[in-house]
C-alpha cells in the first residue's frame, strides 16, 4: 500500500503567508504605495511568530513586491517589480545555467524586429527627440572610443525599446542588453568597420520609425541582428583559433 502514496511537502509558514500577500498585492488589495499591517498585526491576525513573518516579508521583498520604509511610520511598504530586477534575474538564470552565446543571440534576433516595427508606430515625438540624441553620441563615438560606444549603443537599444511603448518587451530587452554588451567586448569585435555598419544600420531603422514605417523598420531591424549574428559568430571563432581552443558556447 505504502507504493501509492506520494511524498507529502509541508509548505513553511513563511512561505505560506508570503503567498496569501503577494496574492492580495497582485489583486490589488494592497496597491503600490501602501503599506502592509503591522509586524504585531500580522502576528495577531495569523498566529506566526515574529521571525515567520519576517521571513515571509524577505520574500516578498526578494521578489520586489515590497520594501522596508525606516522611521516612526516605517514598515513593509508594496512596490511595483522593476525593470533591474527582472534583469538581475534573468542575468543570474543565464550565467547560471550557462546559457550559450547563440541562444542570446537568437532572443535578441527575436525581440529587435518586433521592437522596432512597434516603436515605428507607438513612438512619441519625445521617443523620436531621444533616439536622434543617443543616435549623435553614438555616432560621435563610434571612430575613436569603444568603450563610450559600447555604452550608447546599449543606450540606444534600451531608447528604441521604450519608444515602443511594451512594458513587458522592453523589460526583456532590458534584461538582455547587458548580456550583449558583455558579448560585444570579445577582442577584435565591436571593430571599427563593425562601428562603422552599426551606425549606419541605425541610422535607416531610425528613418523608418521617424517615418512611423513601421513594416521597414522591422525588415531594417531584423537585417542589423543577423549582421551582428554573423559578425559576432566569426569573432568567436577567431578568439577560440587564437586561443586553441573549441569554439565557446556559453554565455560568461
Avoid: C
Avoid at 49 to 76: D, K
Avoid at 101 to 106: A, H, K, N, P, T
Wanted: zero cysteines; hydrophobic letters at 45%.
Amino acid at each position: 500500500m505504502l507504493d501509492r502514496l506520494d511524498r507529502i511537502k509541508v509548505l513553511k509558514s513563511s512561505d505560506v503567508l508570503a503567498g496569501k500577500l503577494q496574492e492580495q498585492i497582485l489583486s490589488g488589495a494592497f496597491p503600490p504605495g501602501s503599506s502592509l499591517p503591522t509586524e504585531r498585526e500580522l502576528v495577531s491576525a495569523t498566529g506566526l511568530s515574529r521571525g515567520s513573518i519576517r521571513e515571509g516579508l524577505r520574500i516578498l521583498e526578494t521578489q520586489g513586491l515590497v520594501h522596508t520604509r525606516a522611521g516612526r511610520y516605517g514598515g513593509a511598504v508594496v512596490s511595483q517589480p522593476s525593470d533591474a530586477l527582472l534583469a538581475s534575474h534573468i542575468s543570474v538564470f543565464a550565467r547560471g545555467r550557462s546559457i550559450s552565446l547563440r541562444s542570446l543571440v537568437e532572443v535578441r534576433q527575436a525581440l529587435a524586429p518586433m521592437i522596432a516595427y512597434l516603436a515605428a508606430q507607438n513612438r512619441t515625438a519625445e521617443d523620436l527627440a531621444e533616439l536622434k540624441r543617443v543616435s549623435a553620441a553614438l555616432e560621435a563615438a563610434a571612430p575613436s572610443n569603444l568603450n563610450i560606444f559600447l555604452e550608447e549603443n546599449a543606450n540606444w537599444h534600451t531608447a528604441l525599446a521604450a519608444a515602443s511603448h511594451n512594458e513587458l518587451l522592453f523589460a526583456l530587452a532590458a534584461s538582455i542588453f547587458p548580456l550583449m554588451m558583455e558579448a560585444s567586448r570579445i577582442e577584435n569585435f565591436a571593430s571599427e568597420e563593425l562601428r562603422g555598419v552599426a551606425v549606419r544600420a541605425h541610422r535607416r531603422i531610425l528613418q523608418a520609425i521617424e517615418d512611423r514605417d513601421a513594416e521597414t523598420a522591422r525588415r531594417r531591424a531584423e537585417r542589423d541582428v543577423q549582421a551582428y549574428a554573423a559578425y559576432l559568430e566569426a569573432a568567436v571563432a577567431r578568439s577560440a583559433a587564437r586561443d586553441g581552443v573549441g569554439v565557446p558556447d556559453a554565455a560568461d
